[in-house]
């Protein structure tokens, strides 16, 4: 069956750093999606993605973020200047469909920043 | 009024009872509701999803939506074991694809 896959699956870096966080999307899936889950709280969609540009970003998806698709399979977040507040899990997900009816999520990628 | 709000639970029962999972919500504009289930340290798992109201079935879940209360349920029949989880619904507007997220709810399904 074919899954969105993310690495990788455990990531600490230190305060200030820049992280790339890497996913592949299922392969006939279009559009591309970020969110995160701070541990105890909610799942925070940060941004979604189409046609090789952002659709829609919510206000946690400031200057600090980015996305790109760099080659036809690849997906990926990177934070510069990572902050101790980016502690989290970040899963990426994809649809075939621009309902997002039917997203699929990637087994996430917890960045611990320290 | 948050968006969203999900009984975090934890929930237990015991194997094979009826479990009743819900979620309500502010936001009229909300068309698409769905139900995830995800399981320690894993991504979110698609089970149902529903568009207004109603109600949709899927083997031993189901999943109901009364868009005058703004509630939505998800029932498991015969509950499992394995049907241990935290169970999050997460809903949408029609006109884009931010989906909004309850807490969700842990459930422990006891042998």
């Known amino acids: 069956e074919p899954e969105v896959t993310q690495t990788p699956s455990h990531q600490v870096t230190q305060m200030g750093q820049e992280v790339i966080l890497r996913c592949v999307p299922i392969?006939?899936?279009?559009?591309f999606y970020w969110y995160r889950q701070i541990l105890g709280q909610k799942v925070e969609f940060l941004v979604s993605f189409y046609n090789n540009e952002i659709s829609e970003k919510s206000e946690i998806f400031d200057d600090q973020f980015s996305v790109e698709r760099p080659d036809g399979s690849n997906f990926t977040l990177k934070i510069r200047s990572t902050k101790l507040e980016d502690s989290a899990m970040y899963f990426c997900?994809?649809?075939?469909?621009?309902?997002?009816?039917?997203?699929?999520f990637g087994q996430g990628t917890r960045l611990t920043v320290v | 009024q948050k968006e969203v709000e999900q009984d975090p639970g934890p929930l237990s029962v015991p194997e094979g009872a009826i479990v009743s999972l819900n979620c309500t919500y502010s936001n009229s504009a909300f068309q698409y509701f769905m139900w995830y289930r995800q399981y320690s340290r894993k991504g979110p798992e698609l089970l149902m999803y529903t568009y207004s109201s109603g109600n949709k079935e899927d083997g031993r879940f189901t999943a109901q939506v009364d868009k005058s209360s703004k509630y939505i349920s998800l029932f498991i029949r015969d509950s499992q074991p394995s049907d241990s989880a935290t169970y999050l619904c997460?809903?949408?507007?029609?006109?884009?694809?931010?989906?909004?997220w309850g807490l969700g709810t842990s459930l422990a399904v006891n042998p």
């Open positions: 392969s006939n899936h279009l559009y």
């Open positions: 997460a809903m949408r507007a029609g006109n884009n694809r931010k989906l909004i």
């Open positions: 997900a994809s649809s075939v469909d621009r309902a997002n009816t039917e997203a699929f």
